[in-house]
């Protein structure tokens, strides 16, 4: 679709609708708090320390059982193998990413631990992710400010290239855009890797970054000397099952906050309760909300409260959420999404950009809404 101004004109229109009646549309943040049980804000380190461990022994249990894998299955087992390994590096990737909110127990000094032994070990630099991570959470659906994944305008889309606009549609692409793409060359926030990059501001930052990424060497020379100094070896146990892990990240994260109702702010419109109403609870089944620490299908409760709830409390917190924005039509955004893998390549070739720059709301063309405006404007 073109730029036009009849597109501004629709934007223009959705948002003074949306603004009229924003004041009954919302709860404010200290309304939802009080509606969430408090033992749910108690963060235990007993509990988080056990969740780490599950997830080392299941991923010990994997590396345990792959030869026998490769020797029955085959190369089908093989790749089923690199995707319970992708998913179950993500869940160990949970237990860090509590910890990098501060989650993982009231400590500090705990936190940034055993943030690392679970962020080192699958090549994620814990300090400078930490930062990233927490640029997204604050302005969460902040067009400019929002970190982790990129919002396309309209006219970023139209000012790039071939390649670039069709990457995300390529299925293999989401093996990439975690690691390499996102944290090592740092497309587009900065590298996490490299103490100069345009993520850290001070000192203190590209000396975190310096340990964190230094740590991540350390555990991938240790993977080389467990693998008997064979490269081969090397990428095939080791680097591959991170890229998995990686497109399992990128699936997780995009489908939390990518739909076709999706909407993004500017800065004058963006606020906390509004930008964190724009994510989605997901429902992958099969105990994988479980096993990934309930990522998927707790996130909104996450978004709200993300350095006040573990993981572990949850879904506790989601129900209370669901009762306390159920009055609000249309805010909370629940899916089940069992077929997820298929969803998340079907949204990255549908959703390429989004309309309505300057008018303070941008939202997908495919949206109902705006499909509605349109459809009443034409008549
Ligand atoms: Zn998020
Ligand atoms: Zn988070």
Redesign the pocket.
Known sequence: MAPSTTTTELITETRAEFKGSEPKKLPTYEEIRKAIPAHCFEKSIPTSVYYLIQDYVIIAGLYYIVPYVEYYASWPGLLLWYWFMGMFMSSLFCVG?DAG?GTFSEYKWVNDIFGHLAHAPIMAPFWPWQKS?RLH?TYTSHLEKDKGHPWVTEEDHMSRGWFVQNFAKFPLSGLFRWNPIYTFVGLPDGSHFWPFSKLFTNNTERIQCAVSASLCAICAYAAFVLCDYSVYNFIKYYYVPLLFQGLWMVMITYLQHQDEEIEVYEEGTWNFVMGQSQTIDRTYGFGMDKMLHHITDGHVA?HFF?TKIPHYHLPEATVAIQKVLAPYKNIYKKRSCYDFLLEFLRLNMKLEYLLGKGTGLLMYGVSSKYQNLRKSKAA
Do not use: A, L, T, V
């Open positions: 990413h909110h991570h959470h996450h993300f």
